[in-house]
């Protein structure tokens, strides 16, 4: 009988199953369906209390996605991108939880999906070569495989600012918005941040506020979305050749099929083509305004020029000079905060009821019970949107109590910063798949193709095992270090490293300074998978 909790090791062994998934975003539903269509035993408990992840949390007005969901989207059921309508380019958060409410019925997800309980803990048995996942609900679930599916910007977080416990207001974090509707008119609002939560919901507020008070700390680079509803032809483009779209996105580095883009230097061609292309790109709107050419996220003399061309549209866009100035990003290179597509999000600065409170200036004294004081100037406030992002890749990780080997723990391994082999595995850890974005490409592309990727590795991995009887895999040491300084060294060959950011962990106070996911694009990062199963799980012991 383990006495602590009350329960006898039988009743604890009933509960045995061959994976334990934690969450059920994009990568926690797919991991389960394809474990249950491949004969494991499987089930996701989530701490939410309905599927979806990110845009389950994500409710916020304004949220939507930037990359076109006709490829943000899965692919693995041809039956279902058929049948799915999107009805816009870039859908907002209540339909894409749609979707992913579909593909859970659709599937027959729900059965193996416990909502409402967190994984406090996760400790791996030497012994018996198994995982005991402890629960908010007191159960401790045994399995042999433990997948975390934890998300990569699911741990929200809200910056400590003196007072912010004494104010009467309401106040809201982007990334845990409530379920009930949030009505800001006539109200007094602030918003803090200006990534992409923010500019997404700034021009909302804007709308509906008396008066808004954007409080910046860093001006962001934006280009507009130029969403649409979706044309009929456009959709069948897509649809008539599904499959095959979708084999020449993994053939791209971020996932994405882009057409039309030019393959050269933007140093070799003229600066009226360049400007030509820069405002071709603009006028069509997405990301893919940092492909314009193919050294954009490299080449600092190009990332210089295409900086410089969205800086003239702000102060195109904005009609106060002074205000321009101040939203007007300086000091790192195009991208290297990820850059945000936007809805009127300059133009929003344009409204009467919109002020920019510029933190460079002068940083907030504290939050009162009625506002936000800096110096001698109080802003009187009823509401304080935070949309101040997430603790990234590692925040929801470390939340659970992870043990592997000898008790060791992931937050005393990972105490200078993450290390996996893949971005999958990490050494002492056996048994443990991490799809958090860590030492992938994720988030630096089509997140739900590179989860897919992600999870048919983990999926054949596991029928590997099972049909050559090993009970364990983990990488050795070698192949992870090998991995990390690869993913340090492409990190220190383009620019996105060169920006305090969610990247780098510098967002979060005290969090180790290291480069977190892998910039070498999606077809390369697949290359690499494959040719390690080629090579019989190459940098992988299996026992
Ligand atoms: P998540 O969706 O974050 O799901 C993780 C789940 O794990 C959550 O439900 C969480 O509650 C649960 N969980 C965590 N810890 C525990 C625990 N201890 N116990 C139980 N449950 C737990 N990517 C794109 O490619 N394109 C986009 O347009 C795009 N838009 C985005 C918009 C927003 C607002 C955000 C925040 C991110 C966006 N992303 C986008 C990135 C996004 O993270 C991925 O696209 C994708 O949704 C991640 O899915 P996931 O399943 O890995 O993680
Ligand atoms: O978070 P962020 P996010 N005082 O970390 C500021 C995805 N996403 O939620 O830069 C004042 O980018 C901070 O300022 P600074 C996407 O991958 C996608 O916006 O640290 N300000 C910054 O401006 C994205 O990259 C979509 O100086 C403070 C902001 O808060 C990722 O999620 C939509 C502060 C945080 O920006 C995270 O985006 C939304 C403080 N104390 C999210 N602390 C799509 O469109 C922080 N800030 C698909």
Not at 232 to 253: C, D, G, V
Not at 259 to 286: F, H, I
Not at 312 to 324: F, G, N, Q
Not at 482 to 493: L, P
Request: glycine share 8%; with cysteine.
């Amino acid at each position: 009988v383990d006495t602590e909790n009350g329960k006898n090791i039988e009743e604890i062994s009933s509960n045995m199953i061959d994976v334990v998934i934690v969450g059920a975003g994009f990568a926690g539903l797919y991991m389960l369906y394809r474990l249950r269509e491949s004969g494991f035993s499987a089930k996701i408990i989530e701490v939410a209390d309905g599927i979806g992840g990110v845009w389950h949390w994500n409710r916020y007005p304004g949220a939507r996605c930037d990359i076109e969901a006709m490829q943000y989207s899965y692919s693995f059921s041809e039956e279902l991108q058929q049948e799915w309508k999107w009805s816009e380019i870039f859908p907002t958060q209540p339909e894409i939880l749609r979707y992913l409410n579909y593909v859970a019925d659709k599937f027959d997800l729900r059965k193996n999906i416990e909502l409402k309980t967190q994984v406090n803990a996760a400790i791996f048995d030497e012994t018996h070569s198994r995982w005991e996942i402890q629960t908010s609900r007191g159960d401790r679930i045994l399995a042999k495989f433990c997948v975390m599916a934890t998300g990569c910007l699911s741990a929200s977080r809200i910056p400590s600012i003196n007072g912010l416990e004494t104010f009467k207001g309401h106040y809201y974090h982007t990334g845990r918005w409530p379920q009930t509707d949030v009505n800001f008119s006539g109200r007094r609002v602030a918003v803090f941040g200006t990534g992409s939560s923010g500019v997404q919901i700034i021009p909302i507020i804007a709308k509906q506020a008396k008066h808004l008070f954007v409080f910046q700390r860093t001006a962001t680079f934006t280009v507009p979305a130029r969403n649409k509803p979706l044309e009929p032809e456009y959709e069948q483009w897509w649809k008539s050749n599904y499959a095959e779209h979708r084999k020449q996105m993994l053939e791209t580095i971020t996932g994405c099929l882009a057409l039309g883009m030019k393959n050269c230097s933007a140093m070799s061609v003229t600066p009226d083509e360049r400007l030509q292309e820069y405002e071709k790109q603009w006028q069509k709107g997405s990301l893919n305004f940092l492909g314009s050419f193919n050294d954009l996220v490299f080449n600092q003399e190009a990332n210089d020029t295409a900086a410089e061309f969205l800086r003239s549209k702000i102060r195109e866009i904005v009609e106060d000079p002074t205000v321009a100035e101040k939203l007007i990003p300086r000091g790192f290179p195009l991208g290297a905060k990820r850059l945000s597509l936007d809805t009127n999000y300059f133009e929003a600065f344009n409204h009467d009821n919109v002020t920019l409170v510029d933190l460079q200036q002068a940083p907030i004294d504290e939050i009162t019970p009625t506002g936000i004081r800096i110096g001698n100037k109080n802003y009187e406030l009823d509401d304080i949107v935070f949309a101040t992002g997430f603790d990234a890749f590692t925040g929801a990780l470390f939340k659970i109590d992870i043990r592997g080997r000898a008790g060791k723990t992931l937050r005393d391994k990972w105490a200078d910063g993450p290390c996996t082999y893949l971005g999958l595995m990490t050494s002492d850890f056996p048994n443990l798949f991490i799809m958090t974005g860590l030492g992938s490409p994720t988030v630096f592309a089509n997140a739900a193709l590179c989860i897919e990727q992600n999870v048919d590795w983990i999926t054949n991995c596991l029928v590997y095992l099972r049909t050559n009887h090993y009970e364990t895999i983990e990488p050795n040491t070698e192949a992870e270090n090998d991995w990390g300084k690869h993913v340090n060294a492409v990190a220190n060959f383009i620019l996105f490293s060169k920006a305090d950011s969610w990247f780098n962990g510098a967002n979060i106070e005290g969090k180790p300074r290291v480069f977190m996911p892998y910039a070498g694009g999606v077809n390369n990062y697949r290359k690499k998978c494959q040719d390690v199963v080629v090579n019989g799980y190459q940098g992988f012991i299996l026992a």
